[in-house]
């Protein structure tokens, strides 16, 4: 069976809020179809066994929340783990038009696998099992599709990112939230193999000591690139807290997610961003 | 209105400084004397600016017309020595303090920043001497392995700081990414026998990583840092590496203050300041022992060395100094100067 898919090509808008961070609409669904210039790939469909994990859904206060008004997070599935270097070479074996030798310069840019040796041969000295980096939005999302999945919102990452090993919110434990910006501040953490570390309390793995993840929708919330508006604003006290507030912790780790998400566009492929995969629960 | 007070303030010493320069040939700028910086016309092929790491500063401008510069600045995330022996993880443009920016007023300048492609997070770049949006910060915004150019037009002379402004910026400052850019006005500062680039900031550490210090949040926002050091490093202008003179000659220091909180309180121990350039700016005073020096600010200390000896550059806040590593010597050599200072009575 052949899936195929309509891609609408758009602008994403880095446009920065004067508000330093304000939610905007979402990115376009890939399945849109758009009276915008198209471009259709056939993906094909790919074998997946990495284990998913069911997170029950719940209502959290996100980090751009400008009034403390709460978000609901319905249950979905989440891959356990990030995509792997190897993973993704079945995906390119099975897709060549996702080759690094014929992908498009709007799907991806010109260090998209920087470092593969070729086409279909990993890096030089890379783990089969650490997770692929290198990769664009639109690559992660062909992905996903090539496996039946797709992109985890950014509410539900961050939603599973609350969790640490013992509760699915851990956001007042300050022992937990500095063990998160001691990991932000080490390099070259995306060459370790996955699932080396312990799971959270959903039992998922590695959601911060390798890589950041592209989340479907990464750009629908906006840190201003000069990112002080908000710390110095007179009424977004939930950014304010999130730059100031020792209490809450958490937000400051989440205040770097958001501030590296908004440097993004959907074809930027960078050494240590990659991404896992998830699911609608249907039953 | 603050502006014009800024330019009519400056015509008298920029005269001055013109007509000194006219004798040494080639006053291409002329034909623009008078003019307003936002008016005054940039020619020619844009050349690319030569950076000097601290304590050098480039060349002065001299005389020159205003011309199309381009500056390049890596950002990167790199693990160095902040003090005897001890290793810190730093964030830098180029180096800590970042490289030294010389430009003169009506440049236009067009400014690179490139992230490197093992950096863990996105950088940018705020310089205060910019009249636009975030100073540049928001349109340099630039993600692992990226590139960012903006342009802008260098309006006002004066001493300026630049620093990282992403998310969540304390840290990024707090981790070294900060540096001067310095716009001269038109004819250039007044020559001098020497120049030097200092910039103060503090370091908030906790043990990382294989040992290496890193940044500790808790203690930043209590202000309480371990390390408050002139150029990014425990004795960095000490023993060998201690700034230099000769009896008689006149020393300019350009000193900013990177913060990212504390105020300094600059001293040089034997030496009165001739002049200050009140933070950064244009107004003068003289006869000056101490200058404060804002975080994220700036000031331009000139004075004459008159008696040879070791003088101590330090932060007049002093357990800093004494206890925190802000402290840094400039060596004068020459002949005894008793007139001025001597052992001993009449």
Same mark, same amino acid.
């Given at each position: 069976?052949?899936?195929?898919?309509?891609?609408?090509?758009?602008?994403?808008?880095?446009?920065?809020?004067?508000?330093?961070?304000?939610?905007?609409?979402?990115? *376009?669904?890939?399945?849109?179809?758009?009276?915008?210039?198209?471009?259709?790939?056939?993906?094909?469909?790919?074998?997946?066994?990495?284990?998913?994990?069911?997170?029950?859904?719940?209502?959290?206060?996100?980090?751009?929340?400008?009034?403390?008004?709460?978000?609901?997070?319905?249950?979905?599935?989440?891959?356990?783990?990030?995509?792997?270097?190897?993973?993704?070479?079945?995906?390119?074996?099975?897709? *060549?038009?996702?080759?690094?030798?014929?992908?498009?310069?709007?799907?991806?840019?010109?260090?998209?696998?920087?470092?593969?040796?070729?086409?279909?041969?990993?890096?030089?000295?890379?783990?089969?099992?650490?997770?692929?980096?290198?990769?664009?939005?639109?690559?992660?999302?062909?992905?996903?599709?090539?496996?039946?999945?797709?992109? *985890?919102?950014?509410?539900?990452?961050?939603?599973?990112?609350?969790?640490?090993?013992?509760?699915?919110?851990?956001?007042?434990?300050?022992?937990?939230?500095?063990?998160?910006?001691?990991?932000?501040?080490?390099?070259?953490?995306?060459?370790?193999?996955?699932?080396?570390?312990?799971?959270?309390?959903?039992?998922?793995?590695?959601?911060?000591?390798?890589?950041?993840?592209?989340?479907?929708?990464?750009?629908?919330?906006?840190?201003?690139g000069e990112?002080?508006?908000?710390?110095?604003?007179?009424?977004?006290?939930?950014?304010?807290?999130?730059?100031?507030?020792?209490?809450?912790?958490?937000?400051?780790?989440?205040?770097?997610?958001?501030?590296?998400?908004?440097s993004?566009?959907?074809?930027?492929?960078?050494?240590?961003?990659?991404?896992?995969?998830?699911?609608?629960?249907?039953? | 209105?603050?502006?014009?007070?800024?330019? #009519?303030?400056?015509?008298?010493?920029?005269?001055?400084?013109?007509?000194?320069?006219?004798?040494?040939?080639?006053?291409?700028?002329?034909?623009?004397?008078?003019?307003?910086?936002?008016?005054?016309?940039?020619?020619?092929?844009?050349?690319?600016? =030569?950076?000097?790491?601290?304590?050098?500063?480039?060349?002065?401008?001299?005389?020159?017309?205003?011309?199309?510069?381009?500056v390049?600045l890596?950002t990167?995330?790199?693990?160095?020595?902040?003090?005897?022996?001890?290793?810190?993880? #730093?964030?830098?443009f180029?180096? @800590?303090?970042?490289?030294?920016?010389?430009?003169?007023?009506?440049?236009? @300048?067009?400014l690179h920043l490139e992230n490197?492609?093992?950096?863990?997070?996105p950088h940018n770049i705020d310089l205060?001497?910019v %009249?636009?949006p975030g100073g540049g910060a928001e349109a340099t915004f630039a993600?692992?392995?990226k590139e960012a150019v903006f342009t802008f037009?260098?309006?006002?002379?004066?001493?300026?700081?630049y620093?990282c402004a992403a998310?969540?910026?304390?840290?990024?400052? $707090? %981790?070294?990414?900060?540096?001067?850019?310095? @716009?001269?006005?038109?004819?250039?500062?007044?020559?001098?026998?020497?120049?030097?680039?200092?910039?103060?900031?503090?370091?908030?550490?906790?043990?990382? /990583?294989?040992?290496?210090?890193?940044?500790?949040?808790?203690? /930043?926002?209590? =202000? %309480?840092?371990?390390?408050?050091?002139?150029?990014?490093?425990?004795?960095?202008?000490?023993?060998?590496?201690?700034?230099?003179?000769?009896?008689? =000659?006149?020393?300019?220091?350009?000193?900013?203050?990177? $913060?990212?909180?504390?105020?300094?309180?600059?001293?040089?121990?034997?030496?009165?300041?001739? %002049?200050?350039?009140?933070?950064?700016?244009?107004?003068?005073?003289?006869?000056?022992?101490?200058?404060?020096?804002?975080?994220? $600010? /700036?000031?331009?200390?000139? #004075?004459?060395?008159?008696?040879? $000896?070791?003088?101590?550059?330090?932060?007049?806040?002093?357990?800093?100094?004494?206890?925190?590593?802000?402290?840094?010597?400039?060596?004068?050599?020459?002949?005894?100067?008793?007139?001025?200072?001597?052992?001993?009575?009449?």
């Open positions: 069976m052949r899936l195929k898919i309509a891609y609408n090509l758009f602008f994403i808008l880095c446009a920065i809020g004067t508000g330093s961070c304000t939610k905007q609409e979402p990115v *376009p669904s890939l399945n849109n179809h758009s009276s915008h210039q198209e471009l259709s790939q056939e993906i094909v469909p790919i074998e997946s066994n990495v284990k998913m994990v069911e997170i029950t859904g719940g209502k959290y206060l996100p980090f751009y929340s400008a009034d403390d008004s709460l978000v609901a997070v319905n249950s979905f599935l989440i891959d356990e783990r990030p995509v792997t270097n190897l993973e993704f070479l079945n995906f390119i074996k099975a897709n *060549p038009s996702w080759r690094k030798s014929n992908v498009k310069r709007i799907f991806a840019d010109s260090t998209y696998l920087r470092d593969w040796v070729s086409d279909t041969v990993l890096p030089i000295n890379s783990k089969p099992d650490a997770p692929v980096c290198f990769v664009s939005w639109f690559a992660a999302k062909a992905y996903a599709n090539a496996v039946g999945k797709r992109l *985890p919102k950014l509410d539900e990452w961050e939603f599973v990112a609350m969790a640490d090993e013992e509760m699915p919110n851990a956001r007042e434990k300050s022992t937990y939230s500095n063990a998160i910006l001691n990991l932000y501040l080490i390099k070259d953490r995306q060459y370790n193999a996955v699932q080396q570390s312990k799971p959270n309390y959903w039992g998922v793995y590695n959601m911060f000591d390798l890589i950041w993840e592209w989340t479907d929708d990464f750009n629908s919330v906006l840190v201003s990112s002080r508006a908000g710390e110095y604003g007179d009424n977004n006290l939930v950014c304010a807290a999130g730059a100031t507030n020792a209490t809450d912790v958490l937000n400051y780790a989440a205040f770097m997610r958001f501030g590296f998400r908004t993004l566009k959907a074809n930027y492929t960078i050494s240590n961003l990659g991404f896992r995969c998830a699911q609608d629960i249907t039953k | 209105m603050t502006k014009k007070a800024i330019l #009519f303030g400056l015509a008298l010493p920029l005269m001055l400084a013109a007509c000194k320069s006219k004798t040494e040939g080639g006053d291409t700028s002329s034909s623009q004397k008078g003019t307003a910086a936002i008016d005054m016309v940039a020619e020619g092929e844009p050349i690319k600016l =030569e950076l000097t790491p601290a304590p050098n500063v480039p060349a002065p401008v001299g005389n020159r017309a205003p011309k199309k510069v381009i390049h890596l990167e995330e790199i693990e160095a020595e902040i003090a005897d022996g001890q290793k810190y993880t #730093f964030w830098t180029n180096q @800590v303090p970042g490289s030294f920016i010389r430009v003169r007023e009506g440049d236009e @300048v067009e490197a492609s093992n950096s863990v997070m205060h001497a %009249n636009g993600a692992p392995g037009k260098a309006l006002n002379p004066g001493l300026y700081v620093h998310p969540p910026v304390p840290m990024h400052i $707090g %981790n070294g990414m900060y540096g001067l850019i310095l @716009v001269e006005p038109e004819g250039g500062l007044k020559p001098v026998d020497r120049e030097y680039y200092i910039m103060q900031g503090e370091f908030y550490t906790k043990a990382g /990583a294989a040992g290496v210090l890193e940044f500790d949040n808790d203690k /930043a926002m209590a =202000e %309480n840092p371990d390390y408050v050091l002139f150029n990014g490093k425990k004795g960095s202008m000490l023993g060998a590496n201690m700034l230099e003179a000769k009896v008689g =000659e006149t020393i300019r220091l350009f000193v900013g203050n990177g $913060g990212p909180n504390l105020v300094s309180s600059f001293h040089v121990i034997g030496e009165i300041f001739d %002049n200050v350039y009140l933070e950064g700016g244009t107004t003068v005073s003289h006869n000056v022992q101490t200058t404060i020096i804002p975080a994220g $600010g /700036a000031a331009i200390v000139e #004075f004459k060395v008159e008696v040879p $000896g070791e003088y101590n550059i330090v932060d007049h806040s002093l357990s800093r100094t004494f206890n925190k590593g802000a402290l840094g010597k400039i060596k004068v050599t020459g002949e005894e100067n008793p007139k001025v200072f001597k052992k001993g009575g009449h």
